[in-house]
């Protein structure tokens, strides 16, 4: 992979709902997975658990 720690990546895909809307995000690639050709990206696809009170 051409793509490494520390570069600045922009998400070019994405589905069109309500809950995807990572698409046109940037941000740092943090680990990068060669074996299953993945990246982890900085603030991208990050999950808000639901707390009760």
Not at 20 to 39: A, F, M, P, R, S
Not at 41 to 47: D, H, P, R, Y
Request: charged share 30%.
């Amino acid at each position: 992979m051409k793509i490494r720690k520390g570069d600045t990546v922009k998400v070019i895909a994405g589905g069109n709902s309500s809950k995807n809307q990572d698409k046109g995000k940037t941000g740092e690639v943090l680990k990068v997975n060669v074996k299953e050709q993945t990246v982890v990206v900085q603030g991208v696809n990050v999950v808000v658990k639901h707390l009760t009170r």
